[in-house]
């Protein structure tokens, strides 16, 4: 059972939804699929082994039905989805929240944390930091200090979050511009991270950020030389000597 939080959307409404795109996604199980996620993202939600372009398409379905609602209910439905615990739901949440014409330029820093309650695999951080914390970020729907303190967390999935939200200010085709200052506060404070899944997170913060300021990169592993772990050497290394991840 839901309770949604937005003034205008029923119970009974949300449930509907919410039953319709688990059945939508449920037609596309792939067993095969459904085995990977056992250790290519192990999580304790319910995965039904959807593939990305069929996770697409149900996205697409409801993308249209969502388009002319208020933002308050498009994000209600959308945390209805998270709270059903399957993992491709999540997904589909966040990909319509991204996709609605104002939800982003609405949403509060409490419903961003409502959806990111639960990320417990890098698949699910990452979408929700892209599509939905990192444009929030970019947009001022939520403050550095919070996405400071999700750098601090005792929760690995969190400090990884903190990370992947940069990527969204810096790379165009999720609106940003660049934003070494924001982008290098969260870097700083994760640079020894010794957790594997946030030192993928600090060489991807720090490859989108070269794109557009070279220089800030390479002074930035230059002050953290000692402290960053190889892995983040050779990749950001490789981005900026060939313009690729691997040299």
């Known amino acids: ?3 949604p939080s937005a003034r205008g959307l029923s119970e009974a409404r949300a449930d509907r939804f919410v039953r319709e795109v688990l059945l939508e996604l449920s037609r596309h199980a792939d067993p095969e699929r459904q085995a990977v996620a056992d250790w290519y993202f192990p999580t304790a939600m319910r995965v039904l082994g959807v593939r990305a372009p069929a996770l697409r398409r ?3 379905a409801h993308r249209t039905e969502l388009r002319d609602e208020p933002p308050e209910v498009a994000i209600a439905l959308a945390q209805a989805l998270v709270d059903s615990n399957v993992m491709e739901a999540r997904q589909v949440a966040y990909e319509l929240v991204e996709s609605h014409p104002t939800a982003l330029d609405r949403i509060s820093r409490a419903e961003v944390e409502a959806l990111g309650r639960g990320i417990d ?3 699910s951080v990452d979408g929700f930091s892209c599509c939905v914390a990192g444009r929030a970020w970019l947009r001022g729907r939520i403050r550095d200090s919070t996405v400071r303190r999700w750098a601090r967390s005792r929760d690995r999935w ?3 979050a903190a990370l992947a939200s940069t990527v969204p200010l810096n790379v165009a085709s999720r609106g940003g511009r660049g934003d070494p ?3 290098l506060m969260i870097c700083e404070l994760l ?5 594997d899944m946030v030192v993928k997170a600090l060489s991807w913060a720090l490859r989108s ?5 070279e220089a800030a990169v390479r002074s930035f592993l230059d002050r953290h030389r000692d402290a960053i772990a190889a892995r983040v050497k050779r990749e950001v290394g490789n981005k900026l000597h060939t313009g690729r ?3």
Do not use: F, I
Request: hydrophobic residues 45%; proline residues 4%.
């Open 1 to 3: 059972m839901v309770t």
């Open 58 to 60: 149900v996205v697409r």
């Open 121 to 123: 695999n890098w698949a």
């Open 158 to 160: 969190w400090r990884r």
């Open 181 to 183: 200052a924001r982008t």
């Open 191 to 195: 640079a020894a991270d010794p957790d």
């Open 209 to 213: 950020l070269a794109a557009h300021d």
């Open 245 to 247: 991840k691997s040299g």
